[in-house]
């Protein structure tokens, strides 16, 4: 069975600084990875995705993750925070056969302080 | 162009009563298709999935049903909702392998 746990509910950063919010997965076949963005009451918009290519990933927004085998990460970084990156970011995994059938972790809040 | 049609996007419905969520995907065939349900500080969670018209998937028991009469339709129903089935609701379609999932917009369901 595939799991996300994603460290932290909330995490507050200020303006310009660098962005880290935290994933693991476990998941006993080789995973697709995923970071949504979700801005209040709306959907979830894809940031990201690992799909076994490069292990760096890059997204939308300025933000990448980096997969790493050996810790089950997939953590997701912003050099520098931008007021506009506030909202509740979701890590997913899912299998590499049929449906996808997306695993999310918990979400955690990004608030970014002036 | 794919687009994803969820309504309605707030819904109040008292206890007992009964519920009735649609989604609809326009530009794409045979999707994957998902409900998923958010409740407060708890992420999301896969309600059903549905691979083909007719074939539904239930991740978890519930109070809640899914139905697929068409390709790209995919309605959520209950005969008689509990307060606990309150939460954000969000469809969304893929058609699997590397491709990434897209969302509806989300309905807000508050049971009273």
């Known amino acids: 069975a595939q799991s996300v746990t994603q460290l932290g509910s909330h995490v507050s950063v200020s303006e310009g600084a660098l962005v880290l919010l935290r994933c693991n997965y476990s998941?006993?076949?080789?995973?697709?990875l995923f970071w949504y963005v979700q801005y209040p009451n709306q959907g979830l918009q894809l940031l990201l995705k690992?799909?076994?290519?490069?292990?760096l990933v890059k997204g939308i927004n300025g933000f990448e993750a980096e997969f790493k085998k050996s810790e089950t990460s997939f953590h997701l970084t912003k050099p520098s925070a931008h007021m506009s990156d506030a909202a509740e970011y979701f890590c997913a995994v899912s299998k590499i056969q049929g449906a996808q059938k997306l695993v999310f972790g918990q979400g955690t809040r990004l608030t970014i302080n002036p | 162009s794919q687009t994803i049609h969820q309504w309605p996007a707030t819904l109040v419905q008292p206890v007992g009563s009964p519920l009735s969520l649609e989604c609809t995907v326009e530009g794409t065939s045979n999707p994957n298709l998902y409900w998923y349900r958010q409740a407060a500080g708890r992420g999301l969670q896969l309600l059903f999935y549905s691979v083909g018209i007719g074939q539904i998937s239930s991740e978890v028991p519930q109070n809640l049903s899914a139905s697929r009469p068409q390709d790209r339709q995919f309605i959520l129903s209950s005969k008689k909702l509990l307060l606990s089935d309150s939460g954000f609701y969000l469809c969304a379609w893929e058609t699997g392998g590397y491709t990434e999932a897209f969302f509806g917009q989300g309905t807000r369901l508050t049971v009273v």
């Open positions: 998941s006993s076949v080789p995973p697709y």
């Open positions: 690992y799909t076994s290519a490069a292990t």
